[in-house]
């Protein structure tokens, strides 16, 4: 009995659905819709930061971003140009140890400019890494956790003003 009732209804709604009226594509979308999502990496808000801080943000994944200091937990910088900036890390967390392509796990970035960076103080819970630039030449520092790192005139006061030009955070592999 309960499997007649099924083909019965079956039945009936089989028709319903081709009877629905197909979307049609030479209809066009109404003017006001709203745009489709999609991610092009750009740092959202970058011109406002820029006018009122003077600090270029140019792109990341969105687990950097810049933040008022004072949160716990958060990468500081200072600049002799800029003064302190601090940014708010997040960390993607990957369980699948399996994919080479996830080590190493410095999975959260921003790539910004800042001027004569001096010092950078790592967040506590993540591995760091700064990508300064002085003269067309680039370096990298492994920024420690929880602790102010030289960088640049920091390291050397004879050494020319640095800037940053990226961020990277990330969970050491725990597998």
């Given at each position: 009995?309960?499997?007649?009732?099924?083909?019965?209804?079956?039945?009936?709604?089989?028709?319903?659905?081709?009877?629905?009226?197909?979307?049609?594509?030479?209809?066009?979308?109404?003017?006001?819709?709203?745009?489709?999502?999609?991610?092009?990496?750009?740092?959202?808000?970058?011109?406002?930061?820029?006018?009122?801080?003077?600090?270029?943000?140019?792109?990341?994944?969105?687990?950097?971003?810049?933040?008022?200091?004072?949160?716990?937990?958060?990468?500081?910088?200072?600049?002799?140009?800029?003064?302190?900036?601090?940014?708010?890390?997040?960390?993607?967390?990957?369980?699948?140890?399996?994919?080479?392509?996830?080590?190493?796990?410095?999975?959260?970035?921003?790539?910004?400019?800042?001027?004569?960076?001096?010092?950078?103080?790592?967040?506590?819970?993540?591995?760091?890494q700064a990508t300064l630039t002085v003269d067309d030449r680039t370096k990298t520092y492994?920024?420690?956790?929880?602790?102010?790192?030289?960088?640049g005139e920091g390291v050397d006061p004879d050494n020319p003003p640095e800037t940053l030009?990226?961020?990277?955070a990330g969970q050491e592999k725990t597998w």
């Amino acid at each position: 009995m309960v499997m007649r009732r099924l083909r019965l209804l079956a039945a009936m709604t089989v028709p319903l659905w081709v009877m629905a009226p197909a979307a049609r594509a030479d209809v066009p979308a109404p003017e006001d819709a709203q745009p489709g999502i999609v991610e092009d990496g750009v740092y959202p808000g970058a011109e406002r930061i820029l006018a009122e801080r003077g600090i270029t943000l140019i792109s990341g994944n969105g687990l950097i971003t810049l933040t008022d200091c004072g949160e716990p937990g958060t990468i500081q910088l200072y600049s002799a140009e800029k003064g302190h900036i601090c940014f708010k890390v997040r960390i993607w967390r990957a369980f699948a140890p399996d994919l080479p392509t996830l080590e190493p796990a410095l999975n959260s970035f921003i790539v910004l400019r800042i001027p004569d960076v001096y010092v950078i103080k790592g967040s506590r819970t993540a591995t760091q890494q700064a990508t300064l630039t002085v003269d067309d030449r680039t370096k990298t520092y492994d920024i420690r956790p929880d602790e102010w790192t030289p960088v640049g005139e920091g390291v050397d006061p004879d050494n020319p003003p640095e800037t940053l030009v990226e961020l990277r955070a990330g969970q050491e592999k725990t597998w």
